[in-house]
Structures are given as structure tokens and as C-alpha cells.
């Protein structure tokens, strides 16, 4: 992990700790105190003590990473895993100011150039992607972020035609990501769409977009594993997941660019509706160093609210970053335009909102719950004033740190643990 965290939190020590209940007859074996029985299952590490009747006992995983701790309650005999180490969020943190020889922020490269580990042919743009939504993943965004280098994910609603036409027409392929979910239609759909804009290397499409909101079933790492099988030429970014584990298997599948981000959305109830997530800014750093190891790349999704967000995804390792409510408001966006006490807004909502589902597949199906929700955003005119300002935040983190070039960015990150990001006295002003 190139990046680093200063924390003043001291962490739990990398050993076991020994109850009341741990004799030398029950206490796990040495190799698991030693940590290297820590791939097996906590069940399986602590069967020894478990069998000598030890009521409870806590293990902490010594090595890689993160505090585990394991309770065992010997009448259920259920595992309980508890991960110790605080996840970080965008809020937690800030980047450390560093010396440095850059006098300007115009002097600062925010492109990248990447090369992908299944897909042939090179990546160069400004590596920000407007979400698949159905409100900011449009052709009109797709074509005002061009101009910036930047790059859309178009939501997956235009039809066969619409989207052939725009790919077709379409100069620099990496702006625009066609997406995809893992529905028998959505496959169905792509089939189409790649027999019109054609297959191999001289095929209108270029970059896929493979989105399910989770990340970890059996049948999307079989989906990515097809595409890649059948168009080698393309460039796949899958997901979504948040663990280093899943990264790696999806990137061994096929994928160029794991999706990372469950539940940090601006418009998402996930972690509302389900318990389930992971703080943005672990996953990212977790994901991005699992994906560089196996030379994959990963996209941050989800989370960022300011400029300032942007440059920590990238600082914690993100090659590329994905933003929704960020570019939503805009003229470029799609979205019933409401007006309230002479005030023009845009309505923008999560696509597992109640209001998405209705509109495309006739309503929240009885057996699940809406994990989204719908807001109505000021409206916020043309999206490059928004565009103008991320990028020049993001060069500025650049000039703080002494990064002359995105790349260096994460290299010359540190963050700092914080609980205040900024003056709150004027915020209501
Ligand atoms: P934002 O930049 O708005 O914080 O996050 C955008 C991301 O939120 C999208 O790219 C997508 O991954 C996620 N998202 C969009 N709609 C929903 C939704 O209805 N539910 C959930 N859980 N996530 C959503």
C-alpha cells in the first residue's frame, strides 16, 4: 500500500489475548498464536480450546491486517467475527500538506495513461466517470465531459439503436462506458448491441460497465467471466464490491477495473435498509492495493460530496473515480425539472429507488425493498462550472503534496485521522 495513515488511535496488539477461561491445556495451538493458522476458519482455529469446554474466547488474527477478534459461545457453538480496526470514511480524514517544488497548479497533470491487464490498447483521459445513472449517465453528460477528457457510464436504458448510433459517432472510445446488468435481458440486450457496433478491435464499444449492486454472487463472477471469454478486446469494469478478496477474484475473471463502493451513495439506503457496507476510504485503499498487485485498476464509487473527496479517492489509491450526485442538477442531466417557491430543481434518485423501480420495472417487487431514495437537487445550470471546480480542487490536492502528476498522487498521500473537517461557523450562510 503506497498511501499511509498518522493515527493517534493506538491499535490493539497483534497477539491473543488470554481469558480467564485459557489454560495451557485448552490455548490454541502455537502456530495459530503465531498467526499462521489465521487462513483457516475461526471455527477451526479454535476447535481445540472449544472441545476443552473454554467458555469464550477472543482471538485476534496476527497477520495480514486488520484486527479479527472471534467469540465462541460453546452451547451455540457460532462463530462471531468482530473487525476491530476503525474503517475510514471521507470524513475521517485529511491529507497531510508535504514540501514541495510545484510554485503553480496549472503545473499539474490530471491525466493518467493506463494499460489494463485483459484488454489491449491504452487508456488516456482525466480518469472521472459520470455514474450509470439514468439521470447522469446520459449522452448529453457524455458529450460535455468529453471535452474534459472525462468519462460517462451510460445507464443502461437508451435503446440498441440510441446507444449503437452514439458509440459509432463516438471519436475518443474510452468516454463513454456502456453498461450492463446481469439480468437474461440485459445479456440478451448486449449480444445486440455488439453484433450492430460490431466485435474485436475495430468495434464502436470499447469500455463495459458490469454493474449489479452486489458485487459477490456466484453469477456475476460467472457474467464477467463470459464477457471476457467472448470480447477479450473489451475493457470490463465490474461491480460492486469493498474487500481486497473479491477484487482479486473478479480481476482473475476477467475484469480490468473492479467497481468498489457498497452503500456510500448519495441517494442509496443500503446501509439503512440492510446493515450491510464498509467506510469508502478503507475499501478504497484496500481494494486498490489488492487490484495493483494482480496489475488491475479500480474505480471508486460512491461517497464523494466535494472536490476535496475526489482528491482523497485518488490519494487512497482509486484510478479512477465515479460521482452521481456530484454531476446531478445539471442541464446535461435527465430528471423532471420541479419548480418550488420560484426555485428550479431536478429530481435525482438511487436506481433501486422506489421511483426507479417504477419507472422501469412497475414497481418494488413484493419480495424486496427499495434501497435508494429520491431528492430534489437545485438546479445548477451547465455542468462544466461543476467540472471546472473538481478538477481544480483535485489539481490543488496535487500542489499541496508536490505532485506534479496525478499518478504521484497516492504515492504521496498521507492522511491524517481528524474529527473536524472544516469551520462550521458559517456553514448555514
Ligand atoms: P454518489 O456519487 O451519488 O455518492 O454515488 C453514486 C453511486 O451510488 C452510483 O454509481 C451507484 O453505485 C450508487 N447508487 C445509485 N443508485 C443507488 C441506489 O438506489 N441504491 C444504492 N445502494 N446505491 C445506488
Known sequence: MQNSIASGVPLPERRFVKTHAMTKHNAP?????????????PGRTMAAPLAAG?????QRRARPGPGVFSAHHPVQGIPMRIETE????????????????LSTRSNVDISREFRFLHAKGEYHGVPIVAANMDTTGTFEMARALDAFEMSTALHKHHTVDEVVAFFRAL????????????GAADDDKFGRVMAAAGTGADSAIRYVCIDVAN??????????????ERHPHLVIMAGNV????????????????????????????????TGVGYPQLSAIIECADAAHGLEGHICADGGCATPGDVAKAFGGGADFVMLGGMFAGHDECAGEVVERDG?????????????????????????????????LVPHRGPVAGTVQEILGGVRSACTYVGARRLRELSKRTTFVRVSQQANEVFARA
Open 171 to 182: 471519436e475518443r472510445k474510452s468516454a463513454a462506458f456502456y453498461s450492463m446488468g446481469i
Open 86 to 101: 476503525v474503517r475510514l470514511d471521507f470524513k475521517d480524514v485529511l491529507i497531510r500538506p508535504k514540501r514541495s517544488t
Open 54 to 58: 473454554c467458555p469464550i474466547i477472543w
Open 343 to 375: 426555485r428550479k430543481y431536478r429530481r435525482f434518485y438511487g436506481m433501486s429507488s422506489k421511483a426507479a423501480m417504477e419507472k422501469y420495472a412497475g414497481g418494488v417487487a413484493k419480495y424486496r425493498a427499495a434501497e435508494g431514495k429520491e431528492v
Open 242 to 273: 469493498v474487500t481486497g478478496e473479491m477484487t482479486e477474484e473478479l480481476i482473475l475473471s476477467g475484469a480490468d477495473i473492479v467497481k468498489v463502493g457498497i452503500g456510500p451513495g448519495s441517494v442509496c439506503t443500503t446501509r439503512t435498509m
Open 29 to 41: 495451538p502455537r502456530t495459530a498464536r503465531a498467526g499462521r493458522a489465521i487462513g483457516a476458519t
Open 215 to 228: 458485487g459477490y454472487t456466484e453469477g456475476f463472477v460467472r457474467l464477467v467471466a463470459k464477457i471476457r
